[in-house]
C-alpha cells in the first residue's frame, strides 16, 4: 500500500485531454445558470453528465460545451481544468483545443479565444507549477469543410504554445483521409499532428491514420491490437499512442480494464502514454488511473516513470521545455 500511494502521487505528463471535456458538472451548471441556458437532460440526478454510449455522449458534451459562450468563459475553465491536473501531480499537459466551439471557426475570434486560454496558462505556470500546451482540433462529424476551417485558425497562431493539430469526434464517420488537406496545411504552418483512430473502428483506422494524414500520436489507437502487422508498424515507426484507459472502459470498448490492451501493447514494444480524456465524464482523474492501472497490471513505480518518459518525449513542446521538465 505504501509503494501504491508512492505511485499514485508519481509527476505525470498528460497528452490527450480535450478542455471542454475536463469541465466539471457544477462548473457548466454554473454556467448555465449565468446564462440562462437549458441544459435538461445533460445531467443526471446525482450532478453527473448523463450519456447512454459514445454518439450520445458526443451530443451531451457539445451540449454542454454551448454554455462557454466568451473568452472569459474559456478563461475560467482553463483555471479550473489546470487546478485539477495540478492536484493530481500533473506537471505537463497538451489540451484539445476546438475552434468550431471557440468562435466557430473564425481566425479572429479564435485568436481572442487562445489569447484568454493562454494568459491563464501563463499565470497557472507561475502559481501551480504546470505547463500547458494546445493543440488544435477538428471535430470529425462536423467534416472536412469546417475540418479546414480549424486549420487556418492552427496555422495562423501556430507557435510556442500552440503546437499541435489533431482531430476528435465520431471515428464512424467519413475517413481519415477525408481530412489530409487540413492536416498537410498544419504540418506546413510547423505544428506537430495526432489524430484519434482505433477507440471505435478496427487497426486499419491507425494505419490510415499514420499513412494518410501522417501523424506521429495517435488518439487511443488501442484497437491496432487485432493485427499484429499494425503492432508491428506502430511499433517500428514509433507511432506514440496517447491512451486512455479510464474512458474506454466507461464508453464500453473494453468491458473492464483487465481487457484492455494497453498491457499487450507495451509488451509489443508500442510506445505508450496514459491520459484522462474527458476526466469528468468518466469518473476520472490521473490519479484514479495510476491506481487502476497499478492494481489491475501490477505496474510498479518504474513503469510509469517509464510512461512518463515516453510522454515527455512525445510532447509537442519545443526541447527547451522539456528538458526543465525531466
Ligand atoms: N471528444 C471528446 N472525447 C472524445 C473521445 N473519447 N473520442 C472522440 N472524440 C472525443
Ligand atoms: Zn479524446
Not at 157 to 183: C, H, I, P
Amino acid at each position: 500500500e505504501d509503494q501504491l500511494d508512492r505511485i499514485i502521487r508519481l509527476p505525470k505528463a498528460e497528452l490527450h485531454l480535450h478542455v471542454e471535456g475536463a469541465a466539471p458538472p457544477a462548473f457548466i451548471r454554473g454556467l448555465a445558470k449565468e446564462k440562462s441556458v437549458n441544459l435538461s437532460g445533460v445531467f443526471r440526478e446525482d450532478g453527473s453528465y448523463a450519456f447512454r454510449d459514445f454518439v450520445h455522449f458526443l451530443s451531451v458534451y457539445e451540449a454542454a460545451t454551448s454554455v462557454l459562450k466568451t473568452p472569459e468563459d474559456y478563461a475560467r475553465l482553463t483555471r479550473a481544468v489546470l487546478e485539477e491536473s495540478a492536484a493530481n501531480d500533473v506537471i505537463y499537459c497538451e489540451t484539445f483545443l476546438s475552434p468550431d466551439f471557440c468562435g466557430g471557426g473564425d481566425v479572429s475570434a479564435w485568436q481572442d479565444y487562445l489569447h484568454a486560454i493562454r494568459e491563464t496558462a501563463e499565470a497557472a505556470e507561475r502559481d501551480l507549477g504546470i505547463t500547458l500546451r494546445g493543440i488544435v482540433t477538428c471535430i470529425r462529424h462536423f467534416g472536412p469543410d469546417k475540418a479546414k476551417l480549424a486549420a487556418l485558425c492552427a496555422a495562423e497562431t501556430a507557435g510556442d504554445w500552440l503546437v499541435g493539430f489533431g482531430m476528435a469526434g465520431d471515428e464512424n464517420k467519413g475517413r481519415q483521409r477525408d481530412f489530409a488537406y487540413s492536416f498537410d496545411m498544419a504540418r506546413e504552418a510547423g505544428l506537430r499532428l495526432t489524430s484519434h483512430a482505433g477507440e471505435w473502428r478496427g487497426p486499419s483506422e491507425v494505419r490510415e491514420a499514420v499513412e494518410d494524414l501522417g501523424v506521429e500520436r495517435i488518439g487511443h489507437g488501442v484497437r491496432a491490437v487485432g493485427d499484429p502487422a499494425v503492432v508491428e508498424m506502430l511499433a517500428e515507426r514509433g507511432i506514440v499512442l496517447e491512451t486512455c484507459p479510464g474512458s474506454n472502459v466507461v464508453l464500453g470498448v473494453y468491458p473492464r480494464l483487465a481487457d484492455h490492451p494497453v498491457q499487450r501493447l507495451r509488451e509489443a514494444g508500442v510506445k505508450v502514454t496514459v491520459s484522462t480524456d474527458d476526466p469528468p465524464f468518466f469518473h476520472t482523474t490521473m490519479r484514479r488511473e495510476y491506481e487502476t492501472l497499478a492494481r489491475t497490471f501490477g505496474w510498479d513505480e518504474a513503469d510509469f516513470l517509464d510512461i512518463t518518459r515516453t510522454a515527455l518525449d512525445a510532447a509537442f513542446c519545443d526541447d527547451a521545455t522539456r528538458e526543465t521538465l525531466k
